[in-house]
């Protein structure tokens, strides 16, 4: 068996609805899908297809109604609360579309709390390479307030990735950003999972973006509709497009 034939996480018949009566939306509706180790891959759909759902519950930062997920080995939904969220911090780098760093943390200070909060004392080396490696080194006592969005977000990356996690989401990582600062971040998403043998599971709105990924899983109405490999911009553009034309 190859590393990337091994399922950092996976879906079995997941199925979530909100809502009750005639308001209920099954935002999935029976979806099975596996993530391997060392694969990149971007999810897309027209907006409510799903894909916030998904990631939530791939992720374990929500539940399923039915179906079952396997996370980094484990079920999110028989784990306690506490368990769950040492699983989290410890296997797991979550990336945002607004980066979600904290304000009066240095950029340093703000790579090192994923290390603190799991109790350890942070290896000055390891946050030294995780700056270094997103081209961030000479910024570490930057406030995020003084970093543009893309330095910002290369930050947010370096945080992901500190605590040498199974798998990284990723939830619009480019949508606040311009053209070039996308690259410089796709790039660095590129390489944790070409160079450092990473998972990445990004959603995105972007045919560019997908492009990055060696895989692309296109949702609509919370089932996968289609699925493209090593995705070209333009080909995932024309997906996209017979998508959103047959959900009108
Ligand atoms: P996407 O990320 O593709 O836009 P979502 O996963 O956010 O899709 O939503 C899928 C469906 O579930 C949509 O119809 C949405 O309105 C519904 N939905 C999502 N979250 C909630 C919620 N908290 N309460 C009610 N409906 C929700």
Redesign the pocket.
């Known amino acids: 068996m190859t590393q990337h034939d091994r399922a950092v996480v996976s879906l079995t018949g997941a199925y979530k609805a909100?809502?009750t009566g005639e308001n209920r939306?099954a935002?999935l509706a029976g979806v099975d899908l596996s993530f391997g180790a060392g694969t990149f891959t971007a999810v897309m759909?027209p907006?409510?297809?799903?894909?916030?759902?998904?990631l939530q519950c791939a992720a374990g930062l929500d539940r399923l109604d039915e179906g079952r997920v396997e996370l980094a080995g484990s079920d999110p939904a028989k784990l306690s609360e506490t368990r769950l969220a040492v699983l989290r911090r410890s296997r797991i780098g979550f990336v945002f579309q607004h980066f979600n760093l904290l304000p009066s943390l240095t950029a340093r200070q703000n790579v090192e709390l994923p290390l603190r909060l799991g109790g350890l004392r942070p290896d000055e080396g390891a946050v030294n390479r995780a700056l270094d490696d997103v081209g961030l080194a000479g910024r570490a006592g930057h406030l995020p307030g003084e970093l543009s969005g893309g330095q910002q977000q290369r930050v947010a990356i370096a945080r992901a990735l500190v605590t040498r996690p199974d798998v990284i989401f990723a939830d619009e990582p480019t949508g606040a950003l311009d053209f070039g600062a996308s690259r410089g971040v796709l790039a660095l998403l590129r390489r944790a999972v070409s160079a450092h043998g990473r998972t990445v599971v990004m959603?995105t709105h972007d045919p560019v973006a997908a492009s990055f990924a060696d895989r692309v899983v296109f949702?609509a109405d919370?089932r996968v509709a289609d699925g493209l490999d090593r995705p070209t911009a333009e080909g995932v553009a024309a997906r996209m497009t017979g998508l959103e034309t047959a959900a009108c």
């Open positions: 909100y809502g939306v935002a759909g907006s409510g297809s799903g894909k916030s759902t998904l959603v949702l919370g």
